[in-house]
């Protein structure tokens, strides 16, 4: 078992900054992808972002691209995803996942092993 720790997230204005952070424990390998997706009230969870074992690839959502950055540490099994100039239509309940023995990019929830508890982003106008 893995177990995903989330945390960063709160309450902030419109322009403003957050970064989230997820801590991956326990059954760890030493390759794993990870990946931010995000679920507004009366939405289905949507993928944010993604980063490869390497941190030499990343992916996107769209609505995100340019505003939003993906890292990892591997060091701390942690990753990050730094949100700037928020708006208030990005207010969600962020959730981190973990795909075990992988490498690339994933950008579908279906693929991820374990998921965090989820921590929400509040952006007010």
């Known amino acids: 078992q893995v177990q995903l720790v989330e945390s960063g997230g709160g309450l902030v204005q419109t322009g403003g900054s957050l970064r989230l952070s997820c801590a991956a424990s326990g059954r760890t390998f030493s390759s794993y992808t990870m990946g931010w997706f995000r679920q507004a009230p009366g939405k289905e969870r949507e993928f944010v972002a993604t980063i490869s074992r390497s941190g030499g690839s990343l992916n996107y959502a769209d609505s995100v691209k340019g505003r939003f950055t993906i890292s990892r540490d591997n060091a701390k099994n942690t990753v990050y995803l730094q949100m700037n100039s928020l708006k208030p239509e990005v207010t969600a309940v962020y959730y981190c996942?973990?795909?075990?023995?992988?490498?690339?990019?994933?950008?579908?929830?279906?693929?991820?092993?374990?998921w965090g508890q989820g921590t929400q982003v509040t952006v007010s106008s």
């Open positions: 996942a973990y795909r075990n023995g992988w490498v690339g990019v994933i950008d579908r929830q279906n693929e991820y092993d374990y």
